[in-house]
């Protein structure tokens, strides 16, 4: 019998835009992660590793049979229990229902879990996952701060071969060359193709709403790589036909969301109050990498620690050395023909909220109009987002 998700393996080529969207509606609410459970079914040395925003090497994972899932919270799909029990007040949200959701079971396919050098948050759930999760692996995963080559490279290098030998012993596989080449295409190929959906959303946002593309993203979080593929793919092929008039919106750049997501209402209330989201960084980890990685090579890992040195995008969540943030947003803005930025971050992130005052300034100095509001994953109630993103349109529409 076919498992519940397997189905959507099989007939992409036949999807219409709406069962496509459906496809990752249907991803994006299911909290006990069934795609990912049958695909471990199906053979058995599968695993499935869960991981923290913003970025994993997931190539090495594929390389050696396993499903990387991006771990995003609950949003407002569960209550906290437990979960408030583990932190303090005056921290984001996102941690809350992660643990939640651990303490659950929802997680209890997962065979391992990495957590991202992004802040002192995740390293603290890092350790929670340790206590709790006595029989998986837990991995803090750091990155360099250093971009030399010969000192942060050399770091990166040690740490990557350092993963791929203990998510190795779970399944008793080792990192071969041709299976990493094989898995840097394919994900050569999801960047680029996703690229090409964040081009076309920015050519005709009125054809693509931000809120779907969001969906279509998020559903690569937990899809395996081929099956993301074929399925952006069907979804390329499927939108140049889509019929809707342009309305007269404003076009923003949305920055902060890196991590903790915002809610699908918030992301929905910005567009309709007038705000056509063109560019933003919800699901950064998916195009942490600009640019393809050297796929037919005799030093795979090489390849990742450079492209990790030399082509990662920014975020507030990692040091930006000689390569600074507000260059980047500002540049942003210029290739997507935004008229301003919405900062819109988590409430207590700290590296979105550190950063904000610098990224503003920046964006002052080069007039680009911009306003900023927090949020937490739970978040129902949108009115404040509404009257401050149509309050903004309106006022470029009306005096820019
Ligand atoms: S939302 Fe911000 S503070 Fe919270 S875990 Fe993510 S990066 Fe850290």
Redesign the pocket.
Known sequence: MPSRFAESRSRISDLTLDEAFQTAKKLFEDLSFGYATDWKSEQQNRRIVGF???YVPREILHALDMLPVGLFGAGDKIPVVRGDAYFQSY?????RTVIEMALNDSLKDFDAFLFPA?????RN?SGIFQLTYKDKLVRFLDFPQNFQSAVGGVFYRHELERLAADLGALNGKSLSTDALNHSIGLYNQNRALLKDLSNFRSSYPHKLSAADHYLILRAGQVMTVEHHNAYVERILELLPSVEAIEADKIRVVVSGS???QPPLGLIRTVENAGCYIVDDDFQLGLKWTEGDIPDKTEDPVGALVNAYLNNSTFSS?VYDGDNPKEISLERQVREHRADGVIFC??S?????LLDRPILEKAMERKHIRHIGFQYHENLGQFHVVKEQAGTFADMIKLWD
């Not at 992004?118 to 995740?122: A, E, S, Y």
């Open positions: 923290l925003p913003i921290i984001c949200h996102l941690p992004i802040c002192d948050v995740i759930l890196f991590c903790e969540a971050a988590p207590f992130c700290d590296p979105a």
